[in-house]
């Protein structure tokens, strides 16, 4: 199909579609969440589970992660799915350079994990990871954010971010990841009903 | 106990087809044009507890240069190999069915090309089954196609993929369900915000008007811009069959920031 153009909208774009319940083989890619550098001092583990509006874990969801370095530095560093050219295989991230980006699939039981870098403050914004949550049943894939607390240094931020702000108390909370020691931070992803996360769209 | 009633393709069609109305009632009252399936779209039924309620919080992205999701995540010529684009050339052995060329280009809403980034497929082959253990569709696999492909654009946003021609394959959203044939896509832009996972077809599938996942694109033209156009420029003689798909991401994009990478 040629590209459709209109005079007031621009070029049109290619509709979303649900990344189906077959992706398995061709999505995730070993390593996907470990993303900091091996050995990282500000490394932090992010875990949660990712749940429908029956409350029921979903085994089939992908959850892609893209964040700045402890410095708010957003990297250009390719080589987060590199490959080994004489096998096709995977030879997975070198352990040296940050990419900023993963992609986890969710387990049985509905459960997903990464390791990657503390992130750090960009303009006026708390500290937070960008997250694209795509599944079977899902259309159109969702957009939140885990803003990652780091107790009284990221206090003032968290009060004065721009997004968090703008919530209710109680859905803002469903965006900030809770702490459990030693750099690791729970944050649930529910797509509907009781404590739904809060979904960003982007004009 | 009464079991219910199955769910047929006419109760779907009827599902459809009201959808459908419904969304040339909002236009005709003066509703933006949909380009993209709501989230909540009932024929297909997966979509019922997987659709937030809630209203999507808006962000103006204009507002803060500083968002992370202005920016994309990089790929580079170690994150593929030579073969990921052929998926005739996986395996020691010739996979079965009919080869197929496709190829268009990844644009912005400006019709800028979007270059050097990833894109991504996976299909079920010329039997209709994928190389997923949970596929439940008794069509045989192909020991010599496994359906995974990646490439980078060019410089000129292009991509180029040799495949198999997939074949339609049945599911369970209802009694006699059929998917028509098509590649699944996963593409990067210029910022995060352009993220898009879709699904190309081919033309003239008499399968569409069924098919709940197509017909949760609800606009007319919309949904034909998931379809691509055979192309005999791409045809190459005594191999293969050329379609021609252009992708548009949608979504805002830094205008500040370099274009590409």
């Known amino acids: 199909m040629t590209q459709a153009t209109d005079a007031a909208e621009g070029v049109l774009p290619t509709p979303s579609h649900t990344v189906g319940p077959f992706y398995g083989y061709a999505l995730p890619f070993p390593g996907g969440g470990d993303i900091a550098p091996v050995g990282h001092p500000d490394a932090i583990t992010v875990q949660g589970y990712v749940r429908d509006g029956a409350g029921a874990p979903l085994p089939d969801a992908v959850v892609e992660l893209w964040g700045p370095d402890r410095d708010g530095t957003l990297p250009r560093v390719d080589g987060s799915m590199r490959r080994d050219p004489a096998t096709g ?16 699939q969710t387990d049985a039981n509905g459960h997903w994990y990464a390791r990657t870098v503390r992130p750090g403050t ?5 500290p937070y990871l960008s997250v694209c949550v795509f599944a079977r049943g899902l259309l159109v894939h969702l957009f939140t954010r885990v803003y990652v607390p780091d107790g009284a240094a990221t206090a003032h931020a968290l009060a004065s971010d721009p997004l968090l ?39 | 106990m009464n079991t219910p009633r199955a769910l047929t393709q006419h109760d779907i069609d009827a599902e459809i087809a009201a959808e459908h109305a419904a969304y040339e009632k909002r236009l005709a009252g003066g509703a933006p044009v ?16 997987r659709h937030p309620k809630r209203p999507l919080v808006a962000i103006d992205v204009s507002r803060d240069p500083e968002l992370v999701e202005l920016a994309s995540p990089a790929f580079g010529e170690r994150d593929i190999t030579e073969t990921d684009h052929d998926l005739t050339r996986q395996h ?8 197929i060329t496709v190829s268009g280009r990844l644009l912005d809403r400006a019709g800028r090309p979007v270059r050097g980034q990833l894109i991504e497929i996976w299909q079920a082959n010329a039997a209709g089954r994928y190389a997923h253990q949970r596929e439940q569709h008794d069509a045989p696999l192909d020991p010599n196609f496994t359906g995974v492909g990646r490439t980078l654009t060019d410089a000129e946003g292009r991509y180029h993929f040799t495949t198999i021609q997939p074949g339609p394959y049945p599911w369970r959203n209802h009694v006699g369900a059929w998917r028509p044939a098509h590649l699944h896509f996963s593409v990067f832009g210029a910022a995060f915000t352009q993220r898009l996972v879709t699904q190309m077809y081919f033309p003239n599938d008499p399968l569409f008007p069924y098919d709940p996942i197509l017909q949760s694109v609800t ?9 691509a156009a055979y192309d005999h420029s791409l045809s190459v003689p005594e191999f293969s069959l050329g379609y021609h798909w252009d992708i548009v991401l949608d979504g805002p994009a830094a205008t500040w920031l370099e274009e590409g990478r």
């Open chain 1, 165 to 203: 702000a703008r919530l209710d108390p109680a859905r803002r909370d469903t965006l900030v990841a809770r702490e459990q020691g030693d750099g690791t931070y729970r944050f649930d992803i529910r797509l509907q009903g009781e404590g739904e996360t809060v979904f960003l769209e982007f004009t």
């Open chain 2, 34 to 49: 949909e380009h993209h399936p709501r989230r909540d779209y009932a024929p297909y039924r997966s979509s019922a507890l």
């Open chain 1, 89 to 104: 295989g995977h030879l997975g991230r070198n352990g040296v350079e940050f990419t900023g980006w993963g992609r986890v």
């Open chain 1, 122 to 126: 960009r303009g006026r914004n708390a």
């Open chain 2, 219 to 227: 606009d007319d033209a919309a949904r034909q811009r998931l379809v």
């Open chain 2, 92 to 99: 020691t052995g010739e996979p079965i069915g009919e080869r």
